[in-house]
Each structure stands twice: as structure tokens, then as C-alpha cells.
């Protein structure tokens, strides 16, 4: 969706090296999300953002810092990436509530 | 501990057939609930929705069933196009977590021709 986008879409990293992810949304919504999507997992939710500077953590968020200095981005930060953090991640953005998520293409991060 | 589940991994249904995704939840919170699709490469789209006031909400070629009583859920497809291979994720969502999507493990849907 035009609206936001990720990057990288791949990231080929190393174990012990940060890492950051950008999600950046040209929508204007209150609502920021950061999830992995593991097989057999679905997605879990790492951190979200309901406004600028303003962060909570989710159900998997060891190992994972986020920043959100403007509206339109959202960072996630892997302060020293392992292999159990190999997944596919996806921003998500929405205006209110539960209603009308819109993803991100995803990130694939390999961490060796 | 899983609040929203989807037993079956994966589902093959004949192009033209109806396919049916089931979803069950435990949390008796949850008062809106979601079905979203996904194609490889790309992220999750909407597909629709059910708030917990209703049992039945359509949608062209879509149709979620709620059944509250059991904590079940279903998506059907009817018929079924090859452009419905995919795969399917079911969320649910309770005021009181905020408005936080939790969702199921997803089932892979093949329609075969």
C-alpha cells in the first residue's frame, strides 16, 4: 500500500550487530504497530506507538527498542541481533482502534 | 497460551466449491473480530469483519459467521476463485486491551482447478 512502506525490504545480518528497521506512513494515523510473523506464531506484536515519543511494549518485546521522534516514522532498533530474531517483520498503521489495519510489505532479516 | 486459534494449518478446496476457515478464541472479551488474507511477499490486507453484536456479516463473495456462545468463528468463500489462494489470518480485539489485535496462527488456503 502506497501509504506506508518499510525498509529494508531484506536485511542480511550478522549475530551481535544492531539493527534498525524503518517504517515511515504518509497517512497521518495515530496508531503504530511492529510485528514478526513466525511459522505456526501468526503475528505477535513486538511494540506500538499511539503518538509521537509515546511507546508500549507487546507480547515479544525483549530484544527490541522502538523510537517514533515524528509521526510519520516508526524505528525498530534489534540492539544486538541473534538468530532467534530471523523473521519476517511488518509495520502496521491505523487511525483508531481495530478497525482498518494497513500493513507494510515486510522486512525479511536473516540473522547468521 | 494461544487466545485465538486456528487448527488447521492448511486448506485444500475444488475451484467453484466453498471454502470454510475456522478461528476460535478463549478470551470472552474480545468484541471485534477480523479476518484478514495474505499473498506471499506482502503484507496482510483487510478482507472483513464481525462485531460481537451481530452472528452474521457478508460481503460479496464473503461471509464470517460468530458464534458466541461457542467462541467460534468462520469465513466462508463462496464460490472459491483461484485468486482466494492465500493465506488467512483471524483477529480478535477487546476494549479493554486497548484495541490491541491478537491474532491466530493463519491457514494456508489452496484452491485447486
Known amino acids: 500500500d502506497a501509504g506506508i512502506t518499510q525498509s529494508p525490504r531484506h536485511k542480511v545480518t550478522e549475530t551481535g550487530t544492531p539493527v534498525t528497521l524503518r517504517c515511515h506512513q504518509t497517512?497521518?494515523?495515530?496508531?503504530m504497530y511492529w510485528y514478526r510473523q513466525d511459522p505456526g506464531h501468526g503475528l505477535r506484536l513486538i511494540h506500538y506507538?499511539?503518538?509521537?515519543?509515546?511507546?508500549d511494549k507487546g507480547e515479544v518485546s525483549d530484544g527490541y527498542s522502538v523510537s517514533r521522534s515524528k509521526t510519520e516514522d516508526f524505528l525498530l532498533t534489534l540492539e544486538s541481533a541473534t538468530s532467534s530474531q530471523t523473521s519476517v517483520y511488518f509495520c502496521?498503521?491505523?487511525?483508531?482502534?481495530?478497525?482498518?489495519?494497513?500493513f507494510g510489505s515486510g522486512t525479511r532479516l536473516t540473522v547468521v | 497460551d494461544q487466545q485465538v486459534k486456528q487448527n488447521s494449518p492448511s486448506l485444500s478446496v475444488q475451484e467453484g466449491r466453498i471454502s470454510i476457515l475456522n478461528c476460535d478464541y478463549t478470551n470472552s472479551m474480545f468484541d471485534y473480530f477480523l479476518w484478514y488474507k495474505k499473498y506471499p511477499a506482502e503484507g496482510p490486507t483487510f478482507l472483513i469483519s464481525i462485531s460481537s453484536i451481530k452472528d452474521k456479516n457478508e460481503d460479496g463473495r464473503f461471509t464470517v459467521f460468530l458464534n458466541k456462545s461457542a467462541k467460534h468463528l468462520s469465513l466462508h468463500i463462496v464460490p472459491s476463485q483461484p485468486g482466494d489462494s492465500a493465506v488467512y489470518f483471524c483477529a480478535a480485539s477487546a476494549v479493554d486491551s486497548n484495541y490491541q489485535l491478537i491474532w491466530g496462527a493463519g491457514t494456508k488456503l489452496i484452491i485447486k482447478p
Open positions: 502496521a498503521i491505523s487511525g483508531s482502534g481495530p478497525y482498518g489495519y494497513t
Open positions: 497517512e497521518n494515523h495515530r496508531y
Open positions: 506507538s499511539y503518538g509521537v515519543k509515546d511507546t
